[in-house]
């Protein structure tokens, strides 16, 4: 688009914006001074556009003026060459890495995981401490029980010694951390358990369980795999990974195979058989 001053001579178009004045004889045709103002408004516009520099507004005149100008300036930016306007909206991009409270961003850096005991796991508000191996598969008995180390299997990790570490959210409030962690690993556990060649109905390898455990949990904190994978093995060193676990979520039944078949096991090691509170008894 080109742009012209008033008094460019007879017969001049102007053109500003989208605004057009016919200048015949070097006079604008009009009524009065708004007439003119108007002329003058676009004769400072087009140097703006022309040579970028700013006009001084109060030389020009009239509160008319004034806005005339300021309203045309900005139509103007929108255009004009090496000029971009300036947004006030603009917003820091999120920076990812570690929050102000110090726990990890997702799949962000290296190390600082905290995968340790779940009785020394200390969580940020927002997040849970989630048992990496679930611990309903090391007993056959209730939560509550053992907690107190009463129908456990023998020689697995205790409840306060199981591998945990700290993800967002609760485990049924759905997409979040918590309950991508048990939506990838109940179903497999439980799948495991209806395998007739992973042993009686409700049981499975620990070994299976653990390597499970291991993988979905690490889907879910891909920077802390091997972090995940190291203090898990360290948790089950000397447990016989043939032994059996639980893959259901509630208790077996008494009278029940799985039942029978976990509460009669011994720890291969009966010198590393550990007691309710995770500590090694010879």
């Known amino acids: 688009m080109m742009l012209t001053g008033i008094g460019a001579g007879p017969g001049a178009v102007v053109a500003a914006g989208g605004g057009v004045a016919s200048a015949i004889g070097g006079g604008v045709a009009g009524v009065g001074g708004i007439a003119e103002s108007v002329a003058t408004g676009v004769d400072v516009a087009a140097e703006f556009a022309t040579t970028g520099a700013l006009p001084n507004l109060s030389a020009a005149g009239t509160a008319f003026l004034q806005r005339m100008v300021t309203n045309r300036l900005e139509q103007l930016t929108s255009f004009a060459p090496n000029r971009k306007r300036k947004r006030d909206d603009k917003k820091e991009p999120p920076k990812s890495g570690n929050g102000s409270n110090g726990f990890k961003v997702e799949g962000e850096g290296e190390g600082g995981c905290g995968v340790k005991a779940f009785k020394d796991q200390t969580c940020p508000k927002g997040q849970q401490a ?13 939560r509550a029980d053992g907690a107190k180390g009463i129908n456990r299997i023998p020689g697995m990790p205790s ?124």
Request: net charge positive.
């Open 159 to 282: 409840l306060d010694d199981g591998p945990s570490i700290c993800l967002t959210g609760g485990s049924k409030v759905k997409s979040s951390e918590h309950n991508k962690a048990h939506e990838g690993t109940d179903p497999q556990i439980a799948a495991l358990g209806d395998r007739k060649d992973k042993g009686p109905l409700g049981v499975a390898p620990i070994g299976d369980i653990i390597e499970i455990s291991i993988d979905e949990v690490g889907k879910v904190k891909p920077h802390c795999q091997a972090e995940i994978k190291k203090k898990v093995d360290d948790a089950f060193s000397g447990v016989d990974r043939k032994a059996y676990g639980r893959t259901t979520q509630n208790p077996p039944p008494k009278d029940s195979e799985a039942h029978s078949t976990l509460s009669s096991q011994t720890a291969k090691d009966k010198n590393m058989q550990r007691d309710h509170f995770g500590k090694t008894k010879k």
């Open 130 to 142: 989630h048992h990496i191996v679930p611990d309903y598969a090391l007993r056959y008995g209730n």
